[in-house]
T-cell receptor
Framework: DSGVTQTPKHLITATGQRVTLRCSPR?????VYWYQQSLDQGLQFLIQ???????AKGNILERFSAQQFPDLHSELNLSSLELGDSALYFC????????????FGQGTRLTVV | SQQGEEDPQALSIQEGENATMNCSYK?????LQWYRQNSGRGLVHLIL?????REKHSGRLRVTLDTSKKSSSLLITASRAADTASYFC???????????FGQGTTLQVKP
């Protein structure tokens, strides 16, 4: 158990809908990362937050947004969903701003139908 | 685009044999890390090697880093069936907060 909790584990939704994925980082970790894993694109870095502030941005679509709350949990919002958004979404956390060992949650499997 | 490229994409060996995976990357880095992923599950951190280190060991794992060639290798010695998984290298490019993953090597260890 990595200590990172992601909910829900599975999500099935229709095209055009909006969903929210939730992540609770490991106790004491201030950085949260979001990744998307699909068969064709592999593991894509989406965004990083550190102590509530956006720290780094990757290949995150404009339809996607994220935030980190004062209690350090994070949410990834995906809107106007398309079939191609179907993927595993992982949250990871680490202690500091620099990239040291990251602890991954078990992921949310999103299926858009 | 991905920072790292891994080779081979797939590897099948017998239990007890050694497995070697290679990773190449493009930009300067702070460190390079290796992760393991069992099918459909979260990634587990295996080992981190800093840019000023050349070799690191952890149990049956040995990692090398050649910054002049922008490459790294992961050696798993005396493999076990439980080592069957996908292995990813991840680089932390200098001056960014990103951790960029390669496409991974799928390792199958046959009992």
């Amino acid at each position: 158990d990595s200590g990172v909790t992601q909910t829900p584990k599975h999500l099935i939704t229709a095209t055009g809908q909006r969903v929210t994925l939730r992540c609770s980082p490991r106790s004491g970790d201030l950085s949260v990362y979001w990744y998307q894993q699909s068969l064709d694109q592999g593991l894509q870095f989406l965004i990083q937050y550190y102590n509530g502030e956006e720290r780094a941005k990757g290949n995150i679509l404009e339809r996607f947004s994220a935030q980190q709350f004062p209690d350090l949990h994070s949410e990834l919002n995906l809107s106007s969903l398309e079939l191609g958004d179907s993927a595993l979404y992982f949250c990871a956390s680490s202690v500091g701003t620099g990239v040291s060992e990251a602890f991954f949650g078990q992921g949310t499997r999103l299926t858009v139908v | 685009s991905q920072q790292g490229e891994e080779d081979p994409q797939a590897l099948s060996i017998q239990e007890g044999e050694n497995a070697t995976m290679n990773c190449s990357y493009k930009t300067s880095i702070n460190n390079l890390q290796w992760y393991r992923q069992n099918s459909g599950r979260g990634l587990v951190h295996l080992i981190l090697i800093r840019s000023n280190e050349r070799e690191k060991h952890s149990g049956r794992l040995r990692v090398t880093l050649d910054t002049s060639k922008k490459s790294s290798s992961l050696l798993i010695t005396a493999s076990r069936a439980a080592d069957t998984a996908s292995y990813f290298c991840a680089t932390a490019p200098s001056n960014t907060g990103k951790l960029i993953f390669g496409q991974g090597t799928t390792l199958q260890v046959k009992p």
